[in-house]
């Protein structure tokens, strides 16, 4: 059967006794759960004692499906080592862990999974390998949060269908990656201000990225960034700006507040709601509307809007 692996790692600037206990306790998985983000009213139930070997977590919810995990190999401050059972949609076992190097007050976290799939769907390892590759990297971003400060600033709300009106935007355009969108943002934000004040546009639409591409990989985000502009707004002819348009549509709403960091949760839980629901999708573009922006705002904060236009 074909085999697939994946691994993520994080530094963190958090003790290797800390990190440790976050990953061997399985009560603070339902923290950091880049899974369990997109189907809160999962059903969980964990051994009594959720820290040692033979331990259990197992979950039932209507999105993220059934299964469960069981330690294998706890060494203290160094490995741990589970058993992943897939029980619904589909049935499968993985083998899975966590290993801890420390670096004096930090610790460098790698997530591994190794699994097979039946020789007549060798044809989804690239897929499975990316989206498990994605989450993986999530749910280490959120590790990271919950072990410097104590929380993780990542909240969604599945707002749900909604008529979005006709929306003109004026902007630059950039790739980067899924990871690094939210660096990116920032410093494309100073650079559409800079060139509005040289073409003098007024500041005061909303700001708004276009995604236009979003797949993993070092540059898999094709975006532009702008702002709401007057439909009757023409733009110089020499302008450096990007004019985009859409029509009034039905959209399905997310509402992400917190980090940019996290950005990429709403992406990921829209997209999962968005097949459970079984929605057809303009597969064009998604919108994120940059409610609230910093410095005005603090960063754990932020209300971001993500709209993914249905098919008519």
């Known amino acids: ?32 759960s880049p899974w369990l983000i997109a189907d809160p009213l999962t059903t969980i139930q964990i051994s009594d004692v959720p820290d040692r070997v033979g331990s259990k977590y197992s979950w039932k919810g209507e999105v993220i499906g059934q299964g ?29 862990g966590f290993q801890l190097e420390s670096h004096g007050q930090k610790t460098l976290l790698t997530w591994n999974i190794d699994g097979s799939l039946p020789w007549f769907l060798f044809w989804l390892k690239p897929a499975i390998v990316d989206g498990i590759g994605d989450d993986y990297q999530r749910g280490l971003l959120m590790i990271r949060e919950l072990a410097e400060r104590g929380k993780i600033s990542s909240q969604i709300d599945n707002m749900g269908i909604e008529t979005f009106a006709t929306l003109k935007i004026a902007g630059i355009e950039g790739t980067t990656g899924l990871f690094e969108f939210g660096q990116s943002f920032d410093q494309m934000r100073s650079r559409l201000d800079l060139e509005y004040r040289e073409e ?47 029509p009034a549509c039905k959209v399905f709403h997310i509402r992400h507040t917190g980090s940019h960091e996290h950005l990429p949760n709403a992406l990921a839980v829209a997209d999962r709601l968005v097949k459970h629901q079984r929605l057809k999708l303009d597969k064009r573009f998604k919108l994120l509307i940059h409610t609230t922006l910093q410095p005005e705002t603090p960063a754990d904060q932020l209300q971001t809007d993500l709209y993914l236009p249905l098919r008519a």
């Open 200 to 246: 003098g546009l007024p500041l005061e639409g909303l700001l708004v990225s276009v995604l236009k591409r979003t797949t993993s990989g070092p540059q898999g985000i094709e975006f532009l960034i702008g702002r709401a502009i007057p439909d009757s707004l023409v733009l110089p002819s020499h302008s450096k700006l990007v004019e985009w348009r859409y």
């Open 68 to 96: 469960e995990i069981t330690h294998l190999n706890l060494e203290p401050n160094r490995l741990v080592q589970t058993d992943l059972r897939f029980i619904r949609p589909m049935q499968a076992v993985c083998k899975t």
């Open 1 to 32: 059967m074909p085999s697939w692996s994946v691994a993520r790692s994080i530094e963190i600037a958090a003790p290797v006794s800390k990190v440790y206990e976050l990953i061997a306790d399985f009560h603070t998985w339902t923290s950091w």
